[in-house]
């Protein structure tokens, strides 16, 4: 049975969602598709889903193999832990064309490649952040916006109407630090 994973970093990308079910509904992953919006770097409770499900015989088909594996370590645990299942995997979109891991040659390309996209993803965080220090001696880098210390009249209001910093912080939707924070610069 082929099963799909798909996977986008942030709710706002449902096209890139939406594409994936697509391609993988098209490819007979009809039974069972695991679907998840959340960064790689964090809990990917879906992908440890569809782990578990896969039985022998079976194979998960992702359309990239970026959606999958954070870096060549994750990606080669993955495939061990689909091999001592008797499950392959499949990508759709490797280069033009699918690849599997079920045979050696298909095996050693998906490795090939997981090594390349780490490797070219440690490439751009290099230039960022040697962009990012040029920038600051620029004095052109500004950094993240500050999100909390923008409501800082509103923290006031609230605070001297007696609701407690926890209650702000909600209401806000900001952290509760940042409440105690902006409040203890304030006394």
Request: charge should be positive; hydrophobic fraction near 40%.
């Amino acid at each position: 049975m082929l099963c799909g994973y798909a996977r986008t970093s942030s709710t706002e990308q449902i096209a890139g969602l939406e594409a994936q079910l697509r391609d993988l509904l098209a490819t007979g992953c009809t039974e069972k598709i695991f679907s998840e919006q959340t960064s790689s770097v964090g809990p990917r409770p879906q992908v440890d889903a569809a782990l578990e499900w896969v039985r022998a015989g079976d194979t998960l088909c992702v359309t990239r193999l970026d959606r999958l594996a954070r870096s060549t370590t994750d990606l080669l645990n993955i495939v061990q832990r689909l091999e001592q299942k008797g499950v392959a995997l499949r990508i759709l979109d490797f280069g033009g064309s699918a690849v599997d891991t079920q045979s050696p040659t298909g095996r050693l390309v998906v490795t090939v490649f997981a090594a390349l996209g780490e490797w070219e993803r440690s490439l751009m965080i290099a230039r960022q952040r040697e962009g990012i220090a040029k920038a600051k001696a620029e004095g052109r880098y500004k950094g993240r916006a500050p999100t909390a210390r923008k409501q800082l009249s509103r923290i006031k209001s609230l605070r001297a109407n007696g609701i407690a910093p926890a209650a702000i912080a909600h209401e806000l939707k900001i952290s509760r630090a940042s409440v105690y924070r902006l409040l203890k610069e304030q006394s």
